[in-house]
T-cell receptor, first 110, second 114 residues
Framework: GENVEQHPSTLSVQEGDSAVIKCTYSDSASNYFPWYKQELGKGPQLIIDIRSNVGEKKDQRIAVTLNKTAKHFSLHITETQPEDSAVYFCAAFFGNQFYFGTGTSLTVIP | DAGVTQSPTHLIKTRGQHVTLRCSPISGHKSVSWYQQVLGQGPQFIFQYYEKEERGRGNFPDRFSARQFPNYSSELNVNALLLGDSALYLC?????????????FGDGTRLSIL
């Protein structure tokens, strides 16, 4: 089956700095890669996604890049704000299901 | 518009009991998936249903079962509860099943087994 590795597990940045979270996947057939933000006591919220025919996608302060050859994809958050503090999960679709990374706890220090 | 709704929000059971968790998808969404999230881990896939048919099953024992109703809502049933079943159970809905369908999650049911 698919395996998704996510790094780092924890990340602290100063407000206004950038944050980068990286994921690698094992199966080259994967072709859809969403990112989720989960706040305490809430379910995961879809924040951005990318399909395999695209190398980069941006939505305001959030961007995702995909390198299919290397089988890795990354989440970039620019101009971080305290409300960006949460746990972020990457995921990859393979076969008939999504496989999730183990999460990155992001803390933005005011 | 209402998002994915799950009930109950919290539940406490004892070992050996059974439990039924409920999920209503976003209006217009026909596919529902269930996930188990243990503290400190990402969600792990249990089932996917589309048009009332099971479309996928994760690596969970037969004690776990689910169904989808004509209105696309869904139930997850777990029998013979074990301590290890304590987790957040998440429901996600999407327009259809398939490999490029964004999934939208509810806030989950926190299940505690004593």
């Amino acid at each position: 089956g698919e395996n998704v590795e996510q790094h780092p597990s924890t990340l602290s940045v100063q407000e206004g700095d950038s944050a980068v979270i990286k994921c690698t996947y094992s199966d080259s057939a994967s072709n859809y890669f969403p990112w989720y933000k989960q706040e305490l006591g809430k379910g995961p919220q879809l924040i951005i996604d990318i399909r395999s025919n695209v190398g980069e996608k941006k939505d305001q302060r959030i961007a995702v890049t995909l390198n299919k050859t290397a089988k890795h994809f990354s989440l970039h958050i620019t101009e971080t704000q305290p409300e960006d503090s949460a746990v972020y999960f990457c995921a990859a679709f393979f076969g008939n299901q999504f496989y999730f990374g183990t999460g990155t706890s992001l803390t933005v220090i005011p | 518009d209402a998002g994915v709704t799950q009930s109950p929000t919290h539940l406490i059971k004892t070992r050996g009991q059974h439990v039924t968790l409920r999920c209503s998808p976003i209006s217009g969404h026909k596919s529902v998936s269930w996930y188990q999230q243990v503290l400190g881990q990402g969600p792990q896939f249990i089932f996917q249903y589309y048009e009332k048919e099971e479309r996928g099953r994760g690596n969970f024992p037969d004690r776990f079962s689910a169904r989808q109703f004509p209105n696309y809502s869904s139930e997850l049933n777990v029998n013979a509860l074990l301590l290890g079943d304590s987790a957040l159970y998440l429901c996600a809905s999407s327009l259809m099943s398939g490999d490029n369908q964004p999934q939208h999650f509810g806030d989950g049911t926190r299940l505690s087994i004593l």
